[in-house]
């Protein structure tokens, strides 16, 4: 069971990434107004997620993978040169720029299209780990390899904050990495505010037109939010990571009769069904949890359509100032 953390040392956290992030950037111009042009940006050494030093010679061409960094990445109009874009959300323009070469989806990856780019950088995370990620690797032997997973036990800040200041450094966007931060410390903060520790919450996910469970601790999509604004939780029991949530009865969900409920519509992002309900409908549909305080009040969030897809910083944040509208209202 994860224990969660306290927001004060979450801004230290970010604080403290920040400061790291400035002092290894570029260096200031001889004015001292700015950094030098990006030119004079490479070759630079990092440390990377896991721990590594990655030397990178240039960013003139890049394979990205990792999901949560794509709208970072068409934000900051960095040159992808590859990406899954089958993962990425409708909403980002590098979806549809063909480009950019396909590797599909991490379920069967296209590594040829990687050997095709040749890019010198690679940065590579989240679905594309394990044997995938040694694949990427061997797509392209003389890219820089930038691995974006963190350690299992890091924080949802520690790790957000940490990712985001080392792209900030790799690309040379300090200061556009430092105002993402400071976006995610307010909305932390302006949830916390909102929130009444004495309501309860409850994660869901709806997946193939069911509605289930997910946990407090890691379940996915909540758990996330459980974590960074220690919500307390309306059923306190463990469960898996699994992408499709946790099968609990209705019944047991009912009984625990939370105050807020906060859901992850997987169908809204992957669904192929079109007749599936989206999952408000779902929710306010049934008859089980007709009772439950949450819907009987309205207390219901539902994450972005595309928040499966990109569970990224700014998903984050999104879900964050919707939380503190919700609380704020009820």
């Known amino acids: 069971m994860r224990s969660r953390r306290l927001l004060a040392a979450a801004s230290l956290t970010i604080a403290s990434a920040l400061t790291l992030g400035a002092c290894a950037g570029t260096p200031a111009d001889e004015t001292g107004e700015g950094p030098a042009d990006t030119g004079s940006h490479y070759p630079i050494t990092v440390t990377d997620m896991a721990g590594n030093e990655v030397t990178i010679e240039s960013a003139d061409s890049v394979a990205i993978t990792d999901n949560r960094f794509f709208q970072l990445a068409a934000d900051w109009d960095l040159p992808v040169a590859v990406a899954p874009r089958d993962l990425m959300s409708p909403n980002n323009p590098m979806a549809t720029d063909e480009s ?12 040829e299209q990687i050997v095709a780019a040749d890019p010198d950088l690679i940065i590579n995370g989240y679905r594309y780990g394990g044997d995938t990620a040694q694949g990427v690797k061997d797509a392209a032997p003389d890219a820089a390899f930038v691995d974006m997973t963190g350690p299992e036990d890091q924080s949802v800040v520690e790790y957000v904050t940490e990712s985001i200041a080392l792209m900030g450094e790799i690309f040379d966007r300090e200061d556009e990495a430092a105002a993402i931060l400071a976006d995610f410390e307010a909305a932390i903060a302006d949830a916390k505010d909102a929130y009444d520790p004495e309501t309860t919450v409850m994660g869901l996910v709806t997946s193939g037109g069911e509605i289930n469970y997910s946990n407090p601790f890691d379940g996915r999509g909540a758990s996330i ?15 898996s990571a699994d992408h499709t949530g946790d099968s609990v009865s209705l019944e047991a969900l009912a009984a625990a009769n939370a105050d807020y409920l906060l859901v992850l519509d997987r169908d809204a992002a992957v669904g192929e069904d079109s007749t599936v309900p989206p999952a408000l409908e779902l929710i306010t549909g049934s008859a089980a949890l007709a009772n439950v305080a949450a819907v009987q009040n309205g207390a219901i969030y539902i994450m972005p359509g595309d928040y499966y897809l990109t569970e990224d910083v700014f998903a984050y944040i999104t879900v964050l100032e919707g939380l503190t509208e919700l609380f704020s209202s009820k």
């Open 100 to 111: 950019i070469l396909n590797t599909g989806t991490h379920r069967e990856p296209d590594f």
């Open 225 to 239: 939010f459980f974590d960074l604004l220690e919500l307390t939780p309306a059923l306190d029991a463990e469960g």
